[in-house]
């Protein structure tokens, strides 16, 4: 199966859009205008996309991602590993992680 490239269209980081997130598992990304600063990923369950965008959001995860701008995000059958292939391959591209991934 071919690697799904994550969805360009990003919407804003605001409350009234979150909400609008899916509540269920998958990856996402959170970006600072045109840079992707964190990828991350939602197990399901209680943890969805959109209960952890909420969480970045209130600054419950930190002040790194709090000042996201924007955020894409793509349902995954298997989020830890969808989440593992994003990271490589910005790592790939970059020589480096994403500023917010490489504080954990």
């Keep these: 199966m071919p690697r799904m490239a994550l969805p360009h269209e990003k919407f804003p980081f605001t409350a009234k ?9 998958g990856v996402y990304m959170l970006w600072y205008d045109e840079d992707v600063v964190y990828i991350g990923h939602a197990k399901g369950r209680g943890a969805t996309i959109r209960s952890l965008l909420v969480e970045h959001f ?3 995860l930190g ?4 000042r996201a701008s924007h955020y894409s995000w ?3 059958g298997d989020p830890g590993a969808r989440e593992h292939e994003l990271l490589e391959e910005y790592r790939s591209a970059h020589q480096c992680l994403p500023c917010c991934n490489a504080r954990e």
């Design 58 to 60: 209130s600054g419950n």
């Design 74 to 76: 793509q349902i995954a």
């Design 63 to 66: 002040p790194c991602t709090r």
């Design 17 to 25: 859009l979150i909400a609008g997130a899916p509540q269920q598992a």
